[in-house]
């Protein structure tokens, strides 16, 4: 959260019946059929056929004689709105003015209360406490407990990843899924670290241009544990929030946006495991790209075990879990279950593909393995008769909570 949220803006109204009507029996399939005869409609068709049949309010259609509305002369009087904000009160019954606008909730109540003027108290006002509370308990847990714990983390994986690299390195099949386990923990550690910290496999190339593209905040094509370009929306990596505020630690001022950089790149740049939905203007997933992201997840699960940090992770991932909800990846937990129904000892077994056909059943079948909420950059085809399938992503299910007011 910001130090300052943002402004309370002054809003004076005028009370009028609104009538609200809720849509009713959708049918799915009439929708796909409808799609299906209409996938050639233009626009100057679709709304010639569907004019609207209201006309929506703009204004008022009859002239409003301010005078008459209760307790405006004592509002006018405490807060000498301008001609323009009057004109726009009578205009629309409403009207919105940073001219007159207090850093929080609480002021503006404040304010009203001392000039005993009438107040609209709305429910974003009273659950602005309630967020206001949330954010700092969870700020104080991540300064606490979650940013320690994601250091202890990172530094495990990344210390104990040449034990990993030896026990594979001479299969040459495995060397790009090894270089993704480690650009995925370096570039973890870098952010968190706010510098650039040289990779034991991956080409130190790969992390300069990451890191450049995360620095830019924009939306890019780039490859990604994959040789294809993946659509990656680094503009998420804006630190914004409570991750601005500035507090001490270790005798300096700091804030938790290097905190918030890592938590961003584990939660958001997964590893796809099935296809994502195929669409007519891209080529579909090529069946060793996806083969290499699945290597690559079940090394990075070996690496969990290897470097004894599984329960580091479970730790921050059970007060995310009761601070935010449950994940809507495949998480580390639910891959090693895969794996050991599988009966797999090792990452490289799925080299083979009859093993890896089967580990392919088993991460479509296995209940909750998909999304259910969309957090990749995806293609779709409209007019589909039906929806695409999210592709069952996994990573370590961290995340950051950004609020703002």
């Given amino acids: 959260m910001n130090s300052r949220i943002f402004p309370f803006l002054f809003v004076v109204f005028l009370v009028f019946p609104i009538s609200i009507t809720a849509q009713s029996n959708f049918d799915v399939q009439e929708y796909y059929q409808f799609l299906q005869n209409n996938q050639n409609l233009s626009s100057d068709e679709l709304i010639s056929r569907y004019a609207p049949r209201d006309t929506y309010y703009s204004e008022t259609v009859v002239d409003t004689e301010l005078s008459k509305y209760a307790y405006l002369d004592s ?34 109540l404040h304010d009203i209360y001392q000039k005993d003027l009438p107040v609209f108290v709305t429910t974003d006002a009273i659950l602005q406490a309630l967020h206001a509370s949330y954010d700092q308990i969870l700020m104080d847990l991540e300064k606490a407990i979650l940013k320690p714990k994601l250091t202890q983390l990172l530094d495990a994986l990344y210390n104990t990843f040449p034990q990993l690299l030896s026990s594979y390195q001479g299969n040459p099949a495995m060397h790009p899924a090894l270089a993704d386990v480690d650009l995925y923990i370096t570039m973890a550690k870098s952010l968190l670290a706010d510098e650039k910290i040289a990779p034991h496999f991956a080409r130190p190339g790969q992390v300069d241009t990451l890191w450049d593209a995360i620095l830019a905040e924009e939306c890019v094509d780039l490859p990604l544990f994959s040789e294809r370009n993946r659509h990656l929306d680094f503009s998420q990596f804006t630190v914004r929030g409570h991750y601005t505020q500035q507090y001490w630690e270790d005798g300096k001022r700091t804030t938790l946006g290097s905190y918030f950089k890592a938590m961003m790149w584990l939660g958001r740049m997964d590893f796809l495991l099935t296809p994502p939905p195929e669409n007519p203007w891209e080529q579909p997933w090529p069946r060793e790209e996806i083969r ?114």
């Fill in 292 to 405: 290499r992201m699945n290597l690559g997840a079940v090394l990075l699960n070996e690496l969990l075990d290897l470097a004894n940090a599984r329960s580091l992770l479970n730790d921050i991932d059970e007060i995310i879990r009761f601070m935010v909800g449950e994940s809507d990846n495949l998480t580390p937990a639910e891959l090693a279950d895969i794996v050991a129904s599988q009966n797999i000892q090792r990452a490289d077994a799925l080299l083979d593909d009859e093993t890896y056909d089967t580990f392919q059943e088993a991460l479509v079948t296995t209940p909750g393995s998909g999304q259910k909420i969309l957090s990749d950059f995806f293609l779709m085809d409209p007019f589909s008769t039906e929806p695409g399938t999210l592709p069952v992503s996994f990573n370590p299910t961290l995340t950051v909570v950004v609020l703002t007011h």
């Fill in 75 to 108: 509002i006018q009087m405490k807060y000498n709105l301008t001609e323009a904000e009057l004109q726009l009160l009578k205009k629309h019954h409403f009207m919105v003015t940073e001219r007159l606008s207090f850093d929080c909730f609480g002021w503006a």
